[in-house]
């Protein structure tokens, strides 16, 4: 029998032990308490963002329909692959994986993930075909971090017809993605980035929806939280005619120019080409760099929209302000007649008329249709630069139109001011005389020469040529011409077709009004110096309007290096015309109403 | 070795029972935690293994603990050689040596090597006739348990050999350790730690630098914390709902049945939750050191009361690692984690403790 032990140190110090247990579970419970009920909602949130991912659903932009309801841009389902994971490990090993799976460069897969934003999805490959998406389906459980969207694609079927006046779309920039116009985009977006895609871009691009899907620790989908679905884009109805688009891309194939028609009234754009152009569909998946190389550094320019960013002399055209504006200053009269002889000794120059042998003794009327720049010579020398420049202001040279497009350029009227401010040199009485008839310092852009027309053909409204038929503030505003000028220069564009210099572009049932043109691009010495090298040769000119006594259509054409407008312009808008009217030959072979249309 | 009806009358049902019902409480999580992945039947398993561990509590019950103290040597030595063989022969697994692969199972040794542990030291604190022992009176026994530790920590796996700590320090506590020593005790142990902070390996050291500051490395070493918080901390008063919390059943909480399990339980079924389970938890500990203070001899209090230290200590870490509260270890909860060794040694300790209580008026 063993004695037994004295335990009371023992059971005292329990006590303390089992007073301690009690201690460190109470300050558990205190922990926890902390966590889950004081700081439970922030938790919570932790948690929602851990599980929860989300996908943004494109919205489709709203397509671009002509005046007629046919469609000039419309999307086209597409795949992107993206990628989810912010972990550098995983996107470290996805970045070889993804190249062998999508035949791509490791570099370009590189370059993409590493803008990667956090808890934003990045695009590593736009428009992948449907063998890349069989390549990582079957890859899927290796790859969870990478999954496949289907977006709507931008597609210009017209290719590159009326491709200045539509526009394109690419990704955003990094510029843009700072500014605040384009604010809560991510990147790798598609946004307008020329034409009315660009100009109209917050209206077309709808709002994206979004799924919020539940994701595991992998990154791999496992459901569907909510969905908002995208709003799709409005489409947009613009004011080009694809019929009569179809005629200015058809009438300047092989040709560099540009052609812009306006409904004169409205200032509606009828139709609009720039050639050479190019195809947007390049574009709206990222540009190849090449291709953009190429395209940015052609000498044809091919990227420029030359109706509203070309500046060109106006050449003889600019007579129709120069008429307009004698004959509202009360310095001519239709009826007044200058003596041509050729040429004009004035200001201690010789300044050259058209035809070497002079015209004789002609009025407004002839002048205008023969195109006499002696006659011009003489009205400019009583206009002076002021009031020639006042007018040829007032009626839209020297300032952007206010096209409802991007990057539109004002062109320039010298003024004696302008010259003395610049230069810091008096302007001289010679200037003006060549100035007069559209040579020297002034330059403009067709879409103000249209415009010019439109005046004229709509009875003196300066009207704001646009291409979306809604756009707001682009009513016309009343210039104030009395009629009776309105009709002494509108006699002298019809002569112009009717018996002048712009016969090509006559018809026997319609009665065109025009007035030609010729830019000088070199001076005229090395002109007779090589007078055959095409890439001096003059640009051709055509403005005109049309019917003449309830005109429909103005229209500006420009032909680089066409050497005169009657022979390289007036033609252009010929062919134009006649699809407008409906006068245009049926194709050949196909059976067709008689040919109206006569040439001599 | 038959058990007679007194023995059987004295059986602490409350401590039976609350250890099953964490037990199974950790069967319904660990079935919550991998129910939807590669291995969804792991919750069987773990039940088989409770029912396992039940009749290897009924025989630890049945042998008297004197009996196994008189051997206290012997299981000392086999402990040892066991650690040895793990360290020489044991195959790598997740990069450390800690388990014997026994016919289809795997056995962690060092689990058991703890209850060893509580009877060798309780046996020679016992045989000790000092009324007061002083620092010299651990040199041996520490050195002992030392060795022990040593080995664990060689596989490695200092969180299990950390754990041997407790027994032996309860154990001297109870035997009469002076206060002062007691007070040196604890201050060896913070010099310790700091002068062996230069021979912690890289990994270590990065998981202490982001414990303190998660945000560090939210990917890396930072990572299992926040998201055990962030489970914790989610599954507020009344929880996510069982098999509902989204940090386990996403996979974003890391060794979800094994050393998280307590995080699965904290999301899923909230605060409530949580107060119920430290409830037993307490009420396991608190039976334990009752059946220490009714021990009929030192032995046995020793025995019981290094049991619950340890035991004590390791459920206190592993919730405090769950809560964020300490570094992130390797560590199970004791009765609800998932492995077969640490249930086992789990319900034997039980059986232990009721080896002593069953024995109180017995000779």
């Given at each position: 029998m063993r004695i037994y032990e004295d335990l009371r140190v023992v059971q005292a110090r329990l006590a303390i032990l089992q007073a301690t247990a009690v201690v460190l579970v109470a300050a558990l419970v205190v922990q926890f308490w902390n966590l889950q009920v004081v700081r439970g909602r922030h938790f919570r949130e932790l948690a929602e963002n851990n599980r929860s991912r989300l996908v943004t659903l494109a919205a489709p932009r709203g397509a671009l329909l002509d005046?007629?309801?046919?469609?000039?841009v419309q999307n086209r389902p597409s795949f992107n692959v993206v990628v989810n994971s912010d972990s550098p490990e995983s996107l470290d090993r996805l970045a070889g994986r993804l190249a062998s799976a999508l035949g791509v460069g490791e570099a370009s897969i590189r370059e993409r993930l590493a803008r990667k934003q956090p808890y934003r999805p990045v695009v590593v490959?736009?428009?992948?075909?449907l063998a890349d998406v069989a390549a990582l389906e079957a890859r899927r459980l290796e790859l969870p971090e990478v999954s496949v969207e289907v977006v709507p694609l931008r597609s210009y079927?017209?290719?590159?017809?009326?491709a200045h006046a539509l526009g394109r779309v690419g990704e955003i920039s990094e510029r843009q993605l700072q500014s605040p116009e384009y604010q809560a985009l991510a990147a790798g977006s598609l946004v307008g980035q020329a034409g009315v895609e660009y100009r109209y871009n917050k209206e077309l691009m709808g709002r994206d929806g979004f799924r919020r899907v539940i994701v595991n620790s992998r990154g791999l989908?496992?459901?569907?939280a909510e969905r908002q679905a995208p709003e799709d884009g409005p489409s947009l109805t613009l004011s080009i005619d694809a019929k009569l688009q179809g005629a200015i891309e058809r009438a300047f194939a092989g040709r560099a120019g540009c052609a812009v028609a306006l409904d004169?009234?409205?200032?509606?754009?009828?139709g609009m080409a720039s050639t050479p152009a190019y195809d947007p569909n390049e574009f709206?998946?990222?540009?190849d760099p090449e291709l953009w190389a190429s395209l940015a550094t052609?000498?044809?320019?091919?990227?420029?929209?030359?109706?509203?960013?070309g500046a060109y002399s106006p050449g003889s055209t600019f007579k129709v302000i120069a008429a307009t504006a004698a004959l509202e200053e009360g310095?001519?009269?239709?009826?007044t007649t200058f003596y041509c002889p050729g040429y004009l000794n004035v200001y201690n120059t010789t300044f050259h008329c058209s035809a070497k042998a002079g015209h004789g003794t002609l009025d407004l009327r002839r002048a205008i249709a023969n195109s006499c720049n002696v006659y011009f010579y003489q009205v400019g020398i009583r206009l002076e630069i002021s009031r020639l420049a006042k007018w040829a202001k007032r009626m839209?040279?020297?300032?952007?139109?206010?096209?409802?497009?991007?990057?539109?350029i004002g062109g320039l009227m010298p003024s004696a001011e302008w010259k003395l401010r610049l230069f810091k040199t008096p302007w001289y009485g010679g200037e003006t005389v060549s100035v007069a008839i559209g040579q020297g310092q002034v330059s403009a852009t067709p879409l103000q020469m249209a415009r010019v027309a439109a005046v004229i053909a709509n009875g003196g409204l300066l009207v704001r040529p646009h291409?979306?038929?809604?756009?707001?503030?682009?009513e016309p505003v009343n210039l104030g011409i009395q009629p009776s000028t309105i009709e002494a220069v509108k006699a002298g564009m019809r002569a112009v077709v009717a018996e002048g210099t712009?016969?090509?572009?006559?018809?026997q049932t319609i009665e065109v009004a025009g007035k030609t043109g010729s830019a000088q691009v070199v001076a005229k010495a090395r002109l007779e110096k090589?007078?055959?090298?095409?890439?001096?040769q003059p640009h051709g000119w055509f403005l005109c309007f049309a019917?003449?006594?309830?005109?429909t259509i103005a229209m500006a054409v420009l032909v680089e290096h066409g050497r005169s407008g009657g022979e390289s312009a007036a033609p252009v808008a010929h062919e134009i015309l006649a699809e407008w009217f409906g006068l245009a030959k049926p194709p050949p072979g196909a059976p067709g109403l008689p040919d109206l249309e006569a040439e001599d | 070795m038959a058990i007679d009806r007194r023995l059987v009358y004295n059986v602490d049902w409350v401590l039976v029972g609350s250890s099953l019902a964490l037990a199974l409480t950790g069967v319904a999580m660990i079935y919550s935690a991998?129910?939807?992945?590669?291995?969804?039947n792991l919750y069987l398993k773990q039940l088989a293994l409770v029912g396992a561990g039940s009749l290897a509590l009924v025989a630890t019950a049945a042998i008297d603990y004197r009996r196994l103290a008189d051997r206290a040597m012997l299981l000392y030595g086999a402990s040892v050689v066991a650690l040895l063989y793990v360290l020489r022969f044991a195959p790598v697994i997740a990069g450390t040596r800690r388990w014997i692969l026994l016919g289809g199972f795997q056995l962690q040794p060092s689990e058991l090597v703890k209850l060893a542990t509580a009877v060798f030291v309780a046996k020679v604190f016992s045989d000790s006739r000092q009324e007061v022992l002083g620092l010299r009176d651990l040199i041996v026994p520490g050195a002992a348990v030392g060795l022990l530790a040593l080995l664990i920590a060689r596989e490695p796996d200092l969180g299990t050999a950390v754990c041997l700590m407790p027994i032996l320090l309860a154990v001297a506590f109870l035997a009469g350790l002076r206060m002062r020593a007691v007070a040196a005790v604890g201050t060896a142990l913070v010099l310790v730690a700091a002068l062996a902070w230069p021979l912690l390996k890289d990994y270590q050291k990065t998981r202490i630098y982001t414990f303190l500051?998660?945000?560090?490395?939210p990917r890396g070493a930072g990572y299992q914390k926040i998201q055990s918080q962030i489970a914790v901390g989610s599954g507020?008063?009344?929880?996510?709902g069982f098999a509902e919390g989204s940090q386990a059943q996403l996979g974003y909480l890391p060794a979800r049945h094994t050393d998280f399990v307590f995080s699965v339980l904290a999301e899923e079924k909230g605060f409530l939750g949580v107060v119920v389970a430290l409830g037993l938890y307490l009420l396991v500990l608190w039976r334990m050191l009752e059946t220490a203070r009714l021990a009929r001899d030192r032995l046995g209090a020793f025995i019981v009361a290094g049991h619950a230290a340890g035991v004590g200590f390791q459920v206190v870490y592993n919730v405090a690692m769950v809560a964020g509260l300490v570094p992130v270890k390797g560590l199970p909860l004791p009765?609800?984690?998932?492995?077969g060794s640490s249930v086992l040694s789990s319900l034997m300790g039980i059986g232990l403790v009721l080896s002593v209580r069953m024995r109180r008026f017995a000779n």
């Open positions: 005046r007629n309801g046919r469609v000039l490959k736009t428009d992948a075909t079927p017209l290719a590159s017809a009326a989908e496992m459901g569907e004169p009234a409205t200032g509606e754009i009828l709206t998946t990222g540009i052609d000498p044809r320019t091919p990227l420029i929209n030359r109706v509203i960013q310095l001519i009269r239709p009826e839209g040279l020297g300032a952007p139109t206010g096209v409802d497009l991007p990057h539109e291409l979306v038929r809604s756009a707001a503030g682009m712009g016969w090509r572009a006559r018809f090589s007078p055959n090298a095409p890439e001096i019917p003449a006594d309830r005109p | 991998t129910h939807g992945g590669r291995t969804p500051d998660p945000s560090l490395d507020g008063l009344v929880g996510r009765l609800m984690s998932y492995g």
